[in-house]
């Protein structure tokens, strides 16, 4: 064998310069990729080959200019060293029928990768070599297509005409993976494979979250799932942050933007059908990711909650992200009671990608006519970058940097600039696998996130006590600004023993925010006042360690895979004081105002006691000061097992002890049914829990709350301040939850295919934010008080549903997908204790509690794609919201001394509203694409209200948000 090779390349060398010195005779002689071409272009047809190898080859043209498609071909085999087969769809491919094992289809691997000398021995024999090419299902190679043998750590990646050749440790399979098109197990039975992966609607990716079994596929899950290609999603559209992606993905994600919220201007808050911000897990690489310490105090959604600032992690870095539909807390431990976004990070080993955004918002709707025209100046500029590292490791690096100006949009008496905050950050994140040895990886990633952001707060109007003329003149509207910084790093260390995987890790997190308030004034230092206030903040960490075993039995009925593993976390919370001027309240000699301080010595305003502290964010205190930490430990187990080849069962229990109140114990069960071989069932049940966050038993502050038009002093006392007794409030306890969920998956044809899933969520003690209780017999400076208590029990239920479909022509494409979310929740009980309920919980904050669970949300999307071209447009219908204005705190008296003629005017009704997002692609060629798109292009805006929003603009944070129309430009280039 080795000699007929030697002899076959010693052919090709003689062919190869006699073909070249006749090309140097005769001018007639063309590149053969470029007869290819013509061939293609004149045809109608494709061909795949190795272009390393094809560009030193030249051929007659002349010729072929008058053949027909079948004698060009069989010309080509005649003049040529290659082989052409037909791989259906018009394509073709080209290789070395006789030189399969030392051919030019592998000219680019050194001579020891291919022929090795064997120890002791003067015979040259072969390594056990498998070779081929992956092509999708249109007969197009697939770039870095990852081929790992199975059992082993033993892996490649294909080039880029599609082939790869991988030298085997044992008789094992190879798995075939790519992000967008289905994983494949193959046992190699000839020298050389033709893999065809499926795509689009045929996808049929292996689950990373919601199944520890390693070959687990997306359709045969007992739980919904949803993928989203980041890839995909830019080639479509352009969004600034990752909760745009999803939000704009996926029907039950909402994430508008919150304005004249203090924390959430610059922290915005998401919800997953309709549950809190906390009620729902992030992971990045299967791995915990840590919280903000910022816990939002108003808006529409997430009050009293905090969440994970998705918007910190740039999207260069994400490959793909995974959402799990299901409550998960037996699986992944607390905040998984709504589901589990995992972000998968990019792992490309060879690819530079460089994308620069450049956009702003029609900013006609506006009062100020000086604001009029365009605002929200945006740039952006993200670039990812892979490199190998050794055999089959890689590290990927990516950077992004974003500055977004502000926007201003119709205010109100109270808010002026009232409009989206500016931000200015920039973000670094890291990727890395490496194999140490055969069966056993490293890997870890990092990441670092810093944004300085400005939001306008409610305005200071002039002849008020919170204001001083000789400072302010005209009144003044104050600007919080923010030092915000993520910090995450992961390591660990995964392999394969005994065919047992072992997963070892450890994951550490941080977000830290820091007030800066400018623009602004203490209101006591009269004219000696300064302008700008450090008013201090809060930090939260979080340290998670990890080890996991999974094992899959093949024989035991139709597969078993066994999974288990412990989990420790510590967290620390804090929160520091700014400086003395940013909380202090100061008399006419310039003293800090004790209890002991002469009524006379205040100062006042117009008869009215000036407020201390910066205007806009009053600064936290010493007394204020928290380090807090708290430990978690938790074990669990969970089984997959397939009774037949149709009835698969998933279980799961997890127990988890935490310091601060106790222990948990939550199970869950699903099962799939494959009705037939196009349709599955599927149901699971679960309990759940979340854990209370360390800032919802430590927060405090007192602050300037806007009831309606009057500012009021505010106090938010911590859970395990005495104080909090005295109203019956108890220590706060965990959310406990249970989970329902039926659907069924349809692939109808291989071009289209259906889910629905329908679900119920009912969750027993959620924390919420109380309403305000008169603070006048406490003894501070403050007129109300508010803290936090396990208020009230949901239950919410609804349907999910996603159609796609995809249609191939010879040189164009169009695919469609159409998904909705219809939910509902309702508040089952208010445990308010005895205390008044309509201030505990009362009718407003009912409201708003709802209207994080909108009623539907559809999204319609079409891309047609035609040669360099294409084109996207995404339709997005907001089902209609209702609110409570602050009218429902004015006297009766205003309203005729009628409740129900109080409510319907406090009644603020949004309708429903659609959108559409447009998006052009033009590819220059491969390396360079060129992006026009308008994001709400019709300049939608939400139903106008009155003057008493929550906000202090005329609507607040519903549906598409208040900021309009967004047109923009990207560049895209890639080498």
């Not at 394509?91 to 030189?99: G, R």
């Not at 490959?319 to 799990?324: A, F, G, P, Q, S």
């Not at 007129?783 to 009230?792: E, K």
């Amino acid at each position: 064998m080795y000699q007929n090779s030697t002899w076959s390349l010693i052919l090709f060398v003689v062919f190869f310069i006699s073909h070249h010195f006749a090309h140097s005779q005769n001018q007639k002689y063309i590149p053969l990729a470029k007869v290819l071409d013509d061939i293609s272009e004149k045809h109608n047809v494709f061909f795949t080959y190795n272009p390393l190898s094809i560009k030193i080859i030249t051929v007659d043209a002349t010729p072929f200019k008058d053949l027909s498609l079948n004698k060009s071909l069989s010309l080509l085999q005649k003049t040529t060293p290659y082989t052409i087969d037909y791989l259906g769809n018009n394509y073709y491919v080209l290789y070395i029928s006789n030189s399969k094992e030392l051919g030019l289809i592998n000219n680019n691997l050194p001579k020891d990768s291919i022929l090795t000398s064997t120890k002791n021995t003067t015979t040259k024999q072969y390594k056990n070599i498998v070779r081929g090419v992956v092509l999708d299902q249109f007969y197009q190679p697939i770039q870095k297509t990852n081929v790992i043998e199975e059992y082993t750590q033993n892996g490649t990646i294909t080039r880029n005409d599609g082939t790869f050749e991988l030298e085997l440790f044992g008789n094992n399979p190879l798995v075939f993976s790519h992000i967008g098109y289905e994983t494949q197990i193959i046992s190699p039975n000839s020298s050389f494979l033709k893999v065809v992966l499926k795509s689009g609607v045929q996808l049929d990716e292996v689950l990373i979250v919601g199944s520890r079994n390693k070959k687990r596929k997306n359709i045969d899950s007992p739980v919904a799932t949803d993928v989203i290609d980041v890839k995909n999603i830019k080639n479509k559209s352009e969004f600034l942050g990752l909760n745009q992606f999803i939000q704009n993905e996926i029907p039950s994600f909402n994430a508008t933007k919150q304005s004249g919220s203090d924390g959430a201007d610059h922290i915005v808050p998401a919800t997953y059908r309709g549950l809190g911000p906390d009620q729902t897990l992030v992971l990045i690489n299967g791995k915990r990711r840590h919280q903000t310490s910022l816990i939002n105090l108003y808006g529409t959604r997430g009050r009293g909650n905090s969440g994970t600032d998705l918007n910190a992690i740039p999207t260069a870095a994400i490959k793909k992200i995974e959402i799990l539909k299901d409550g998960a807390a037996a699986q992944y431990g607390s905040d998984a009671i709504a589901g589990v976004i995992n972000i998968v990070l990019n792992d490309t080993s060879d690819e530079t990608n460089v994308n620069s955004t450049f956009g702003f918002f029609n900013a006609g709707n506006n009062t100020n006519s000086k604001r009029k025209g365009i605002d929200g100046l945006t740039y952006k500029i993200d670039v990812n970058h892979g490199a190998a590292i050794n055999k089959n490791g890689f590290i990927n690096f990516s950077g992004e940097f974003l500055s977004k100006g502000y926007t201003f949009r119709r205010g109100t008496v109270v808010r002026e600039n009232y409009g989206d905050a500016a931000i200015m950050g920039s973000s670094l994140f890291l990727n890395t696998e490496i194999p140490i040895s055969k069966n056993i990886n490293a890997y870890g990633n990092a990441g670092y996130n810093y944004k300085n952001t400005k939001a306008y707060a409610f305005t200071r109007p002039a002849n008020s006590e919170r204001n001083v003329l000789a400072i302010y003149p005209d009144g003044f509207n104050p600007l919080i600004t923010s030092n915000i910084s993520d910090k995450s790093l992961s390591l660990g260390i995964k392999g394969n023993i005994k065919k047992w995987q072992i997963d070892f890790s450890n994951t550490y997190g941080n977000n830290y925010f820091h007030y800066f308030i400018k623009e602004t004034l203490n209101a006591t230092l009269l004219e000696n006042s300064p302008n700008e206030f450090d008013a201090g903040g809060h930090s939260l960490s979080q340290n998670t360690t990890n080890i996991d075993f999974s094992k899959y039995f093949p024989s035991i009925l139709k597969g078993l895979n066994i999974a288990t593993g412990l989990e420790n976390r510590i967290e620390n919370y804090k929160i520091f004081a700014g400086e003395e001027a940013s909380y202090a309240s100061y008399d006419i000699n310039g003293n800090i105002v004790t209890s002991n301080t002469p009524s006379n010595l205040i100062p006042t305003f117009n008869g009215n006691i000036r407020p201390g502290g910066s205007q806009g964010f009053p600064g936290y205190a010493p007394i204020n000061e928290v380090d807090r930490t708290r430990t978690s430990f938790s074990v669990y187990l969970d089984a997959e097992i397939d009774f037949t080849k149709k009835w698969l069962l998933a279980t799961a229990l997890r127990y988890e002890n935490y310091s601060d109140f106790g222990s948990t114990l939550n199970s869950k069960i699903a099962s799939r049914y494959r009705i037939s071989p196009k349709a599955n069932l599927r149901f699971s049940l679960s309990t759940g829990f979340r854990a209370p966050s360390l800032a919802q038993i430590y927060y405090n502050l007192m602050f300037t709350n806007y009831i309606g038009n009057t500012p009021v002093e505010s106090l938010l006392i911590a859970n395990n301040n005495p104080l909090t007794k005295q109203f019956g409030i108890e220590k706060l306890k965990e959310e406990k939850a249970v989970n329902y969920s039926l659907g069924i998956n349809y692939k109808a044809t291989k071009n289209f295919q259906f889910s629905i899933d329908s679900y119920y969520i009912f969750i027993k003690d959620r924390i919420i934010l109380s309403g305000n209780f008169d603070a006048t017999n406490l003894n501070s400076n403050a007129q109300n008080v508010q803290f936090f208590a396990n208020g009230v029990s949901t239950a919410t239920y609804g349907i999910d549903f996603r159609s796609s479909w995809f249609k191939q022509f010879s040189n164009a494409s169009i695919s469609a997908s159409f998904s909705g979310n219809f939910n509902r929740m309702d508040i089952t009980s208010i445990n308010n204790k005895g205390l008044d309920r309509e201030t505990f919980f009362g009718i407003r904050e009912q409201y708003f509690l709802r209207a994080s669970a909108p009623e539907y949300k559809l999204i319609l999307n079409t891309i047609f794609t035609k040669g360099k071209f294409s084109w996207s447009n995404t339709f997005t219908k907001y089902s209609s919201v209702e609110l409570i204005d602050w009218q429902i705190q004015q006297p009766l008296s205003n309203f005729n001394n009628s409740s129900e003629e109080r409510f319907r005017a406090s009644l603020d009704k949004y309708a429903p509203k659609l959108t559409l997002d447009t998006h052009l692609t033009y590819r220059f060629n491969k390396k360079i694409h060129f992006h026009l798109g308008v994001n709400n292009i019709f300049n939608s805006y939400p139903t106008e209200q009155g003057n008493n929003t929550d906000g202090g603009g005329i609507w607040d944070a519903v549906q598409m948000g208040t900021n309009g129309a967004f047109y923009y430009t990207k560049i895209a280039t890639n080498f």
